[in-house]
């Protein structure tokens, strides 16, 4: 697939009227039969998540730090095989795991010391590439860095307006 010819009529358009360029994502979670769940509206589909184990939930679903994880896995990936498509990058394989650390203490409020929500969080990047030269990963792994909506987001979090309505 030729990354830069899909994409260059969509630069092109962006570069013509910016405004185009700016969307907004939607999602949507709402009440399910039990408290420690909730349906996921993306507006394409709809998941089912539930509270972790370690705080009430059942365990086998999906729990928000999982899909918080999940975005940043699959935005990494998808992000990485389009650079090295888009570069020319020949690769066997890319594959991307994420994990994070976090106290429940605190999401349970046991503890003022420990944090709600996650400590760290690492991204492991297999990249298996072996026509690939050294310039080339480098510029890879800066311009997945760079361009990974995900992984930028969470660096640089942008400010929470948060809105409630009784209805």
């Given at each position: 697939?030729?990354?830069?010819?899909?994409?260059?009529?969509?630069?092109?358009?962006?570069?013509?009227?910016?405004?185009?360029?700016?969307?907004?994502?939607?999602?949507?979670?709402?009440?399910?039969?039990?408290?420690?769940?909730?349906?996921?509206?993306?507006?394409?589909?709809?998941?089912?998540?539930?509270?972790?184990?370690?705080?009430?939930?059942?365990?086998?679903?999906?729990?928000?730090?999982?899909?918080?994880?999940?975005?940043?896995?699959?935005?990494?990936?998808?992000?990485?095989?389009?650079?090295?498509?888009?570069?020319?990058?020949?690769?066997?394989?890319?594959?991307?795991?994420?994990?994070?650390?976090?106290?429940?203490?605190?999401?349970?409020?046991?503890?003022?010391?420990?944090?709600?929500?996650?400590?760290?969080i690492r991204v492991l990047f297999n990249v298996r590439a072996p026509q690939a030269t050294a310039e080339q990963l480098t510029?890879?792994?800066?311009?997945?860095?760079?361009?990974?909506?995900?992984?930028?987001?969470?660096?640089?979090?942008?400010?929470?307006?948060?809105?409630?309505?009784?209805?």
């Amino acid at each position: 697939m030729d990354i830069r010819s899909l994409q260059r009529p969509l630069k092109d358009g962006y570069r013509q009227d910016p405004a185009r360029s700016r969307i907004t994502l939607t999602a949507r979670g709402s009440q399910t039969d039990a408290p420690i769940a909730c349906s996921v509206d993306l507006g394409r589909q709809i998941y089912k998540a539930q509270a972790h184990k370690g705080v009430g939930g059942s365990g086998t679903g999906a729990c928000s730090g999982d899909l918080l994880l999940g975005a940043l896995a699959a935005c990494a990936q998808i992000t990485c095989q389009m650079v090295a498509a888009a570069m020319g990058i020949p690769t066997e394989g890319i594959d991307v795991t994420v994990e994070g650390d976090l106290d429940l203490q605190g999401t349970l409020g046991i503890s003022k010391e420990a944090p709600v929500g996650f400590e760290s969080i690492r991204v492991l990047f297999n990249v298996r590439a072996p026509q690939a030269t050294a310039e080339q990963l480098t510029a890879l792994q800066s311009k997945t860095e760079q361009y990974c909506v995900v992984m930028q987001t969470l660096q640089h979090p942008p400010k929470i307006e948060n809105k409630w309505a009784q209805g």
